[in-house]
């Protein structure tokens, strides 16, 4: 996946899985924008992405079969 960030942003993405018994996130050690996701196990799971501040937040939901 990859987060762009409009403005002026310069922080670091925050990327967090709900539930990593069915998603993981790898983040790219380079460039925090871009995360690698990984279904691991059934189930849903929303995959999250915020700044580091914690000012602009977004998701996205899997579901695993």
């Known amino acids: 996946l990859f987060a762009e960030v409009s403005g002026n942003f310069s922080g670091q993405v925050v990327w967090k899985s709900k539930d990593t018994d069915v998603v993981t996130v790898k983040v790219d050690p380079t ?9 691991v196990g059934r189930g849903w ?10 000012k602009y937040v977004a998701y996205c939901e899997f579901t695993i079969e």
């Open 31 to 39: 460039d925090s924008r871009y995360a690698t996701i990984t279904g």
């Open 45 to 54: 799971a929303r995959i999250t992405a915020s700044s580091s501040d914690g």
